[in-house]
């Protein structure tokens, strides 16, 4: 089993900028993809960025050009930065770990990130 534990979310001021951090716990070696999604409220699911085992990463046009999304194997944590942010930025915040064999998908409980104008 893996679990995930988001951190770093709070109430953030708009163009302001957060950083969020996923650690994950357990069968780690079987964690390839990591992601970040949010949920703003009433609204989808939506992914955000994620990042392979090998670094590689791909993000959405909601946040490219102004989130990065990292990892550090050693510590078992996935990162996403998001600057300029603003009042439509307001979610709840996932983290997910995809897992060998199966590429079964491991979700953290959420953080929730509230931009304020």
């Known amino acids: 089993q893996v679990q995930l534990v988001e951190s770093g979310g709070g109430l953030v001021q708009a163009v302001g900028s957060l950083r969020l951090s996923c650690v994950a716990s357990?069968?780690?070696?079987?964690?390839?993809?990591m992601a970040w999604y949010r949920q703003p409220p009433g609204k989808r699911l939506d992914l955000l960025a994620d990042?392979?085992?090998?670094?590689?990463?791909n993000y959405a046009d909601s946040v490219k050009g102004r989130g990065t999304i990292s990892r550090d194997g050693a510590k078992n944590t996935v990162y996403l930065e998001m600057n300029s942010l603003q009042p439509e930025d307001t979610a709840v915040y996932y983290c997910?770990?995809?897992?060998?064999?199966?590429?079964?998908?491991?979700w953290g409980q959420g953080t929730q990130v509230t931009v304020s104008s």
């Open positions: 997910t770990a995809d897992l060998s064999p199966f590429r079964s998908k491991v």
């Open positions: 357990g069968d780690t070696f079987r964690i390839t993809t």
């Open positions: 990042i392979s085992d090998s670094g590689r990463a």
